[in-house]
Structures are given as structure tokens and as C-alpha cells.
T-cell receptor, first 113, second 109 residues
Framework: DTEVTQTPKHLVMGMTNKKSLKCEQH?????MYWYKQKAKKPPELMFVYSYEKLSINESVPSRFSPECPNSSLLNLHLHALQPEDSALYLCASSQDPQGIELFFGEGSRLTVL | DQQVKQNSPSLSVQEGRISILNCDYT??????FLWYKKYPAEGPTFLIS?????DKNEDGRFTVFLNKSAKHLSLHIVPSQPGDSAVYFC????????FGQGTELSVKP
């Protein structure tokens, strides 16, 4: 069983919808990450939170809005997405902000119609 | 500009034989290397790692070799089992984790 839990596992949304992806970890890790993965491609880093503060934004469009309410939770708010944003969104955590070893959740499969 | 390359998108091996997955990187300053395994519809799971001060790290059936002069690392799985069939990503720690494109391993009974 993964120790990084993501909900929902599947999400279908229209381009005008607002939805959120949620991630939770209880390993006491102080860094949390959002990755995006398209089919047959490697995971691509989107955001990094270190000690609950946004430390890296990989030039992600503003229609993706991350939020870290506390050290265990990470959200990704979605608004006005495009069909090309359809992908597997992976949350990960690491003990330290250097991110030597990341623990990934199972991902949220997003489809934008 | 790919900093981490896995040139073989797929590899097929007979059960019981050795699987060798390869990875090349461009920056000699990278000092920590990892392999992740990914099943369909799941997130990647950490498999094994190696730091640049070593040239080999072994964990059960899995061994990672690092050749710093060639900027090359490889993952050996022996003996290979059908349950090893998955996509394997090489990753390097370069301020952030940088993944290769992945190699899909298929182990046939």
C-alpha cells in the first residue's frame, strides 16, 4: 500500500469546470510535489512545496493552482483546463527538500473534455 | 534538451535470464542516481539508488552500476521474473529529480 494517498483516482471535467486534486501523506515528510505524466513519457515536475511553502514552480500555467494547507496535505486546484491537460497527475513526498528519494502516490487520472 | 536518456524504449527478456537496463546522463556534476519502477495506472515506486562515490549497489536481485567517466548507469535484474514486467525510469538528482524517458521491460515465462 502506498503511503501517499491521492483522490480522486479518476476525474473527468469540462473546460469550464473547477475541480481539485488532493494528496495526503503521514510520513512526516517536509517536501511535497506535483508531477504530470503523459502516456509513454516520464513524469514532469510541476510544483514543489518545502516546509509548506512553494519553492519551485516549473512555469506551470495559472489554470493550475497548488495549495499546501498543512505539512500533510497538498491540493491542486484546476480551472479552465484544456483537453491537452489530460494526463496522470502524480503527487509525491520526500523527507527532505532535496528530494533524494521520492515516494509517489498512485496518481489521479484527469480527462478534460 | 534531455539530461537523462534511456535509449531503449522497450526490452524483452526470458524468465530466469538477466535484464540489463541502461541510462546515460550529460552532467558530470550529478551525484545521486535512482531507479524507479512503474506499473500501469500506478505511481512510480523507488527501486534502488547509488551515489557518485560508489560504482555498484546491490539489493537482492537488483544491482545498479555507475560508470562516472562514461556518464552511464545500468540496472541489472537477475534472475528476471514475470512480475518484474513494468516501465523502469532512471532518475538523477540535480537540484530536482530528473527522469529519463523510461524502458518498458517485458519478462516472458
Amino acid at each position: 500500500d502506498t503511503e501517499v494517498t491521492q483522490t480522486p483516482k479518476h476525474l473527468v471535467m469540462g473546460m469550464t469546470n473547477k475541480k481539485s486534486l488532493k494528496c495526503e501523506q503521514h510520513m512526516g515528510h517536509r517536501a511535497m510535489y506535483w508531477y504530470k505524466q503523459k502516456a509513454k513519457k516520464p513524469p514532469e515536475l510541476m510544483f514543489v512545496y518545502s516546509y509548506e511553502k512553494l519553492s519551485i514552480n516549473e512555469s506551470v500555467p495559472s489554470r493550475f493552482s497548488p495549495e499546501c494547507p498543512n505539512s500533510s496535505l497538498l491540493n491542486l486546484h484546476l480551472h479552465a483546463l484544456q483537453p491537452e491537460d489530460s494526463a496522470l497527475y502524480l503527487c509525491a513526498s520526500s523527507q527532505d527538500p532535496q528530494g533524494i528519494e521520492l515516494f509517489f502516490g498512485e496518481g489521479s487520472r484527469l480527462t478534460v473534455l | 534538451d534531455q539530461q537523462v536518456k534511456q535509449n531503449s524504449p522497450s526490452l524483452s527478456v526470458q524468465e530466469g535470464r538477466i535484464s540489463i537496463l541502461n541510462c546515460d546522463y550529460t552532467n558530470s556534476m550529478f551525484d545521486y542516481f535512482l531507479w524507479y519502477k512503474k506499473y500501469p495506472a500506478e505511481g512510480p515506486t523507488f527501486l534502488i539508488s547509488i551515489s557518485s562515490i560508489k560504482d555498484k549497489n546491490e539489493d537482492g536481485r537488483f544491482t545498479v552500476f555507475l560508470n562516472k567517466s562514461a556518464k552511464h548507469l545500468s540496472l541489472h535484474i537477475v534472475p528476471s521474473q514475470p512480475g518484474d514486467s513494468a516501465v523502469y525510469f532512471c532518475a538523477v538528482q540535480g537540484g530536482k529529480l530528473i527522469f529519463g524517458q523510461g524502458t518498458e521491460l517485458s519478462v516472458k515465462p
